[in-house]
């Protein structure tokens, strides 16, 4: 744990603690609160926001004689 939050990319640690992949070692970071909560406080509200799709009125009417 000290090595993540230390910044020590998880492919490292997979390597010295002899793990075959770097998915057995993803247990470490998903059991680490303090470093989800540095990430989602890093977050941003996306700058702009996709518009929604409105499906004309057409595809509408032959949809509803399904």
């Not at 640690?13 to 989602?40: C, Q, R």
């Given at each position: 744990?000290?090595?993540?939050?230390?910044?020590?990319?998880?492919?490292?640690?997979?390597?010295?603690?002899?793990?075959?992949?770097?998915?057995?070692?993803?247990?470490?970071?998903?059991?680490?609160?303090?470093m989800?909560?540095?990430?989602?406080?890093k977050?941003?509200?996306?700058?702009?926001?996709?518009?929604?799709?409105?499906?004309?009125?057409?595809?509408?009417?032959?949809?509803?004689?399904?």
């Amino acid at each position: 744990m000290h090595l993540l939050q230390s910044g020590v990319d998880i492919s490292v640690i997979a390597l010295w603690l002899g793990h075959e992949s770097p998915t057995t070692t993803h247990m470490y970071v998903e059991a680490d609160l303090t470093m989800k909560e540095k990430a989602l406080a890093k977050i941003q509200e996306p700058a702009s926001q996709t518009p929604r799709y409105h499906p004309p009125d057409a595809l509408m009417e032959f949809l509803k004689t399904l």
